[in-house]
């Protein structure tokens, strides 16, 4: 065990110089929320400035304790004459105890303290003020869809030194997502040009959150039918009954716009297709195409898909929109 000491941490002292200005920078985010684009600006100066600085160091040492029950005298005892053989007729524990005498045991104490602060030099640190004002430059926001720019806008607000952070804005407010194709790709750039140069932010928008502003812009969500039977013969001859849930079929998906009376739909059309009297019409509903796709993936992993015969008929787009005229709902559906 060797004495040591070292670097706990660092911490900056006095400043030894004014701040010097070094460059501008451009710091840009989004974030997606309840279909909603959101984009946060943070124009920001940096400056440098050289401060004191110091190390913590701590002091780490040693100290031997020991030897721990050694006994020279209990020892000699433990291995002469006819001791060991008496230790043994009584109790083997007593042999051992005193063979132990026999070892030399030391422990070790770790100590620790903590040394006065020393300094380590001068280094220069950054600074970030955010002092900007719209007369200062220009700042542009870009939005483009697979790479084509659909909308331009010059952002503003900016006041000056009470600003603590980005300023943000709700891009739906003045752009209709729904003029874009359901599977473009979206980006974002903002450039702001200052004393003649421009500093330009790239923002690549994941693909679920663009399909999430797109699709939801135009549609209120998507959804399928299914129809399964838990009394139902697994291949529907033989006279052989499971409480296994069988899948008898499943639509394909909808897009739909309007009041979310899907249940209405689905037990209009377990009226008209129920041709088991055992099963049950049931909804699956999602916000997105990548959502539904995704929950298809595992969600009937549970059921048993019928096999051996054909299966009922299962309905079809007009059959569902029958449905939603019978039940009077304001609901619009497109296949998908």
Not at 107 to 132: F, Q, S
Not at 151 to 170: A, C, H, Q
Not at 270 to 277: K, N, Q
Not at 313 to 323: E, F, M, V
């Amino acid at each position: 065990m060797k004495d040591k000491v070292y670097v706990k941490s660092h911490y900056f002292g006095d400043a030894i110089s004014e701040p010097e200005f070094s460059h501008y920078e451009l710091r840009a985010d989004y974030e997606v929320s309840d279909e909603k684009l959101m984009v946060s600006v943070d124009p920001v100066e940096i400056y440098t400035q050289k401060k004191e600085r110091f190390a913590i160091k701590k002091e780490v040492s040693y100290k031997r304790y020991g030897p721990i029950r050694y006994s020279p005298t209990r020892c000699v005892i433990s291995v002469v004459g006819v001791f060991p053989v008496l230790f043994a007729m009584i109790d083997n524990g007593y042999a051992d105890s005193f063979k132990k005498a026999c070892n030399k045991v030391y422990e070790w104490h770790r100590e620790e303290k903590e040394l006065p602060p020393e300094k380590a030099g001068v280094k220069a640190v950054n600074l970030e003020l955010r002092d900007y004002l719209d007369s200062d430059g220009k700042l542009n926001f870009q939005l483009r869809a697979d790479g084509k720019l659909v909308n331009g806008v010059l952002l503003t607000g900016f006041k000056g030194g009470d600003r603590r952070g980005p300023y943000s804005w709700e891009i739906n407010n003045w752009y209709d997502f729904s003029q874009l194709d359901n599977d473009d790709s979206l980006d974002v750039r903002i450039v702001n040009v200052r004393e003649g140069k421009s500093l330009i932010r790239d923002l690549s928008i994941k693909s679920e959150d663009a399909e999430n502003l797109i699709y939801k812009s135009k549609y209120d969500g998507i959804f399928h039918l299914y129809y399964y039977c838990r009394l139902c013969n697994a291949n529907l001859t033989d006279n052989l009954y499971t409480d296994q849930e069988v899948l008898i079929w499943k639509t394909r998906n909808f897009l739909y716009k309007g009041d979310n009376s899907l249940d209405w739909v689905a037990s209009c059309i377990e009226d008209r297709f129920d041709h088991l009297r055992h099963g049950n019409v049931l909804v699956r509903e999602e916000g997105t195409p990548k959502q539904i796709s995704y929950v298809n993936s595992f969600i009937y992993d549970d059921y048993v898909w019928v096999r051996g015969v054909k299966p009922p008929g299962k309905p079809s787009t007009d059959d569902i929109r029958s449905c939603i005229r019978k039940k009077g709902l304001d609901l619009e559906i497109e296949e998908y």
